[in-house]
């Protein structure tokens, strides 16, 4: 069996799946107030043209997106593993969906160069829109932590008769024995620990799940030297992708931050997007 292979027989025990979904969940109650309370207070600074406090509001902003990235990562993670999660199906363009998301964080990360190849053809798939976008960014946000600035992360979809392909490439200097495997046992044996640490991994392995949650997998190959490649599938939906819905794409910016808020550094200025 070889690595990849090995990626595709993770899996958490329940109990610790259990407690990461009531830690997550705990901490997404507790942050609801708070960052409502930060949205009010922003507008009135607003209107009253105090520049230099919204500055610090920025400051508080990113740190409690910070905390909701780990919130939703450990929730999602524990539902997945515990079959609690729902597989809703509707008919989405993987080019569209990839093409969206590239050209948001291409605005967004300036030290990565990010590229994007669509795939030919129907690369239709079935899933919510919102779930397959937390896929593909928990996998890019793992990328760019592993970039350095000017190294190139290359994403491209490719279409064939039983499944369409995301395949990421990046040339970022990484550690060795990055597996999901390796992040899973680590998890499993520490999650507090995994939990302190900013939950690094966990986007990764909630990315695998909700492929798993769709009939797809993720596969991942990181060398030191090489650089990261990681293999998502999905199966083939040959339903018409003509009775598509209009972009909604827009109103799930606040996603996006959440998820590369680790990118994005304190020094961005939050406030104009939310």
Same mark, same amino acid.
């Given at each position: 069996?070889?690595?990849?292979?090995?990626?595709?027989?993770?899996?958490?025990?329940?109990?610790?799946?259990?407690?990461? &979904?009531?830690?997550?969940?705990?901490?997404?109650?507790?942050?609801?107030?708070?960052?409502?309370?930060?949205?009010?207070? +922003?507008?009135?600074?607003?209107?009253?043209?105090?520049?230099?406090?919204?500055?610090?509001?920025?400051?508080?902003?990113?740190?409690?997106?910070?905390?909701?990235?780990?919130?939703?990562?450990?929730?999602?993670?524990?539902?997945?593993?515990?079959?609690?999660?729902?597989?809703?199906?509707?008919?989405?363009?993987?080019?569209? @969906?990839?093409?969206?998301?590239?050209?948001?964080?291409?605005?967004?990360?300036?030290?990565?160069?990010?590229?994007?190849?669509?795939?030919?053809?129907?690369?239709?798939?079935?899933?919510?829109?919102?779930?397959?976008?937390?896929?593909?960014?928990?996998?890019?946000?793992?990328?760019?932590?592993?970039?350095?600035?000017?190294?190139? @992360?290359?994403? &491209?979809?490719?279409?064939?008769?039983?499944?369409?392909?995301? @395949?990421?490439?990046?040339?970022?200097?990484?550690?060795?024995?990055?597996?999901?495997?390796?992040?899973? #046992?680590?998890?499993?044996?520490?999650?507090?620990? +995994? @939990?302190?640490?900013?939950?690094?991994?966990?986007?990764? =392995?909630?990315?695998?799940?909700?492929?798993?949650?769709? +009939?797809?997998?993720?596969?991942?190959?990181?060398?030191?030297?090489?650089?990261?490649?990681?293999?998502? #599938? =999905?199966?083939?939906?040959?339903?018409?992708?003509?009775?598509?819905?209009?972009?909604?794409? +827009?109103?799930?910016?606040?996603?996006?931050?959440?998820?590369?808020?680790?990118?994005?550094?304190?020094?961005?200025?939050?406030?104009?997007?939310?």
């Amino acid at each position: 069996m070889d690595e990849r292979e090995k990626n595709n027989s993770i899996e958490l025990s329940a109990d610790t799946a259990r407690m990461l &979904r009531n830690i997550g969940s705990a901490m997404r109650e507790a942050l609801n107030g708070s960052m409502a309370a930060a949205e009010l207070l +922003g507008r009135r600074l607003e209107k009253e043209g105090r520049e230099n406090e919204r500055d610090y509001l920025a400051v508080m902003r990113h740190d409690q997106h910070r905390l909701l990235r780990i919130a939703e990562n450990l929730t999602e993670l524990g539902e997945l593993t515990l079959g609690e999660a729902q597989a809703e199906q509707s008919v989405q363009d993987l080019n569209q @969906i990839c093409g969206e998301l590239v050209d948001t964080v291409s605005a967004m990360v300036d030290r990565v160069r990010l590229e994007f190849t669509p795939g030919r053809g129907s690369c239709g798939v079935s899933g919510s829109r919102d779930r397959l976008e937390a896929m593909i960014l928990n996998v890019l946000a793992y990328s760019l932590q592993r970039c350095r600035a000017g190294d190139v @992360i290359r994403l &491209r979809v490719e279409s064939r008769e039983e499944a369409v392909y995301l @395949i990421l490439r990046d040339n970022g200097a990484g550690q060795e024995g990055e597996t999901l495997s390796a992040l899973c #046992s680590a998890l499993e044996s520490d999650p507090v620990r +995994g @939990i302190a640490e900013g939950g690094a991994g966990l986007g990764l =392995l909630v990315a695998e799940g909700i492929a798993r949650l769709y +009939g797809g997998s993720l596969l991942l190959s990181a060398d030191r030297d090489a650089g990261m490649e990681a293999v998502l #599938s =999905l199966p083939h939906c040959q339903t018409s992708l003509l009775r598509l819905p209009a972009g909604e794409y +827009g109103r799930r910016l606040r996603g996006i931050l959440t998820i590369l808020s680790n990118e994005l550094g304190r020094e961005k200025y939050m406030a104009p997007y939310l």
